[in-house]
């Protein structure tokens, strides 16, 4: 094969099953990657009676799972919301999902819904550990140990009127960020199923049949290119592309040079890359999770968000990522955070300057540089209905509303571009909810499967995405793919 047909960063183009020589190996279900989806595949799999071989690009696994906070967005009335009090139902959870995300999947939302019980129940058999206990304090994540948290915007408006809200953030038991104890889990359990594990093996291309059925793979291992054949298919969970700036440039250019971007350093979008070789199509290529982490402390959500004109445009007890989002929509940018003296905190994560201090919300203003009267005229209506316990303009909940009247007065800068935004990738390939990878055209690609972010999931559009739901998606979604697969090996020539 030749040097620019074999180029590790040109997995675009696949590789004909008549130029491979020999196989290496085959077996009945090959994953590439090795984080939630790839180990979730890789049990189910495995449990299925398929010879699971699972190829890992980086020297160990864990991806960008095991740098996360580790928590999985699941409901429907769990063992752990149960133990805290909250009579949560899949037919709420579905009406929640649906309503915050403008572009839904009906069938995989519904699925997910509906299995969000039983994959709890599941991962706790696998060992992963959940408490039962729940966090209160308005948090990005728990930084102790407990599990059930308020993770998106169940309580926010328009949503507590869509859906009865309920707390879906599972944080895997650990303390601080907890993904690395998830994967550990999924780990073991993958070993103990019988699936192996290969690190320090990069996938470069996919090998097609003459119908275009995918039939193998290239890997560079041990110092070669080495063909690997699966009887039942191959299963693409190598992440997202976050860290692949060509892509960031092509698909989220409006992100890039104002967020840092997070994942691992593999996150260079070869599983969609891969997938689009043999026809796979990408959807929501366009879509992100970004945040504005500006709390911890919870105090400031008492604060009011204004822009560049001294108008409020989102309720501040709305989920960071929701708020991310709108903000970095404002006129320019300029997103300002108002405080005053009982509420005010510094932002935990750092980054988030105070842009000025001052004695009065008129003179507030004049420092920001806002249009005379605009903030004054802000804080006057809102002062108004926070006295009544009300927010008619955007919602508020009446536990965060509280007059801002105790100087000094300060405004923190949490515009686009200057405060600490994050973002990271949520379009993929475009997959049925059994992880099979469709064409433009909506045809199954035979022999090929997908799950977590190398697919558009759950987790779709950067207004509705919802903490937990990535990992939610990619260990739920990858079981399904992992079983399908494995199902598939019986139906082709051993
Ligand atoms: C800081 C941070 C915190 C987060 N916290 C949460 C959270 O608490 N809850 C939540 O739901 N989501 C969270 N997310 C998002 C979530 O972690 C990821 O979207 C999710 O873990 C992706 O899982 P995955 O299995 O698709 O990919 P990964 O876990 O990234 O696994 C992909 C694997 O594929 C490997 N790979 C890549 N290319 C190749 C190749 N060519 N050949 C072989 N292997 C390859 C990679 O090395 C990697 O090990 C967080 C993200 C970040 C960055």
């Given at each position: 094969m030749s040097e620019s047909r074999m180029s590790?960063?040109?997995?675009?183009r696949p590789v004909s099953v008549?130029?491979?020589?020999?196989?290496?190996e085959t077996v009945d279900v090959l994953i590439v990657g090795y984080g939630a989806a790839g180990a979730c595949a890789a049990i189910e799999a495995a449990e299925a009676g398929a010879d699971t071989l699972v190829l890992e690009r980086a020297s160990g696994g864990g991806g960008t799972t095991a740098l996360a906070g580790g928590v999985v967005y699941l409901g429907g009335g769990t063992r752990v919301q149960k133990a805290c009090g909250f009579d949560d139902s899949p037919v709420e959870m579905l009406r929640y999902l649906e309503a915050s995300?403008?572009?839904?999947d009906p069938e995989k939302f519904r699925l997910y819904a509906e299995g969000s019980v039983m994959h709890f129940d599941w991962l706790v058999s696998q060992g992963v550990p959940f408490k039962d206990?729940?966090?209160?304090?308005?948090?990005?994540?728990?930084?102790?140990?407990d599990c059930l948290f308020?993770?998106?915007?169940?309580?926010s408006w328009p949503y507590r009127e869509i859906a009865v809200p309920a707390p879906r953030g599972h944080k895997v038991q650990?303390?601080?960020?907890a993904g690395s104890v998830l994967f550990a889990r999924l780990d073991e359990a993958a070993k103990r199923a019988g699936v192996r594990v290969r690190c320090d093996s990069r996938v470069l291309k996919l090998v097609l049949d003459e119908g275009g059925a995918v039939v193998g793979l290239i890997a560079h291992q041990d110092g070669e290119d080495r063909a690997f054949r699966a009887r039942g298919g191959v299963l693409l969970?190598?992440?997202?592309?976050?860290?692949?700036e060509a892509m960031l440039q092509r698909?989220?250019?409006?992100?890039v040079g104002r967020v840092t971007p997070i994942g691992n350093?593999?996150?260079?979008?070869a599983g969609l890359r891969l997938g689009m070789s043999a026809r796979g199509a990408g959807i929501h290529l366009n879509e992100y999770h970004i945040t504005v982490?500006?709390?911890?402390?919870?105090?400031?959500?008492?604060g009011i968000l204004v822009n560049g004109q001294g108008q409020r445009f989102i309720?501040?007890?709305?989920y960071h990522g929701r708020i991310g989002e709108a903000a970095s929509q404002q006129l320019m940018g300029t997103v300002y955070l108002i405080v005053d003296e009982p509420i005010f905190g510094r932002p935990?994560?750092?980054?988030?300057?105070?842009?000025a201090v001052e004695q009065s919300v008129d003179g507030l203003e004049r420092a920001l540089s806002l249009p005379e009267g605009s903030l004054q005229k802000t804080v006057d209506l809102f002062n108004h209905y926070a006295e009544m316990?009300?927010?008619?303009?955007?919602?508020?909940?009446p536990a965060w509303?509280?007059?801002?009247?105790?100087?000094?007065f300060a405004a923190f800068d949490c515009s686009f571009g200057k405060a600490p935004y994050m973002a990271f990738s949520l379009g993929g390939l475009w997959t049925k909810p059994t992880g099979e990878v469709l064409t433009e055209d909506g045809e199954a690609i035979e022999g090929l499967f997908a799950a977590g972010r190398s697919c558009c999931g759950v987790s779709r559009s950067a207004e509705g995405y919802v903490s937990g739901t990535s990992i939610g998606d990619a260990t739920f979604f990858g079981r399904l793919a992992g079983r399908t697969a494995a199902a598939r090996r019986t139906k082709v020539d051993r």
């Open positions: 590790p960063d040109n997995p675009s008549s130029d491979v020589d020999s196989w290496h995300t403008p572009n839904p206990s729940l966090h209160e304090e308005r948090v990005i994540q728990p930084a102790n140990d308020w993770s998106g915007n169940e309580k650990g303390e601080g960020d969970c190598a992440g997202g592309f976050a860290m692949n698909h989220l250019s409006r992100l350093p593999y996150d260079d979008g982490p500006f709390y911890p402390p919870e105090s400031l959500t008492f309720a501040e007890d709305a935990i994560i750092e980054g988030f300057e105070i842009a316990g009300e927010d008619p303009v955007l919602h508020k909940q509303l509280r007059p801002l009247k105790e100087a000094p």
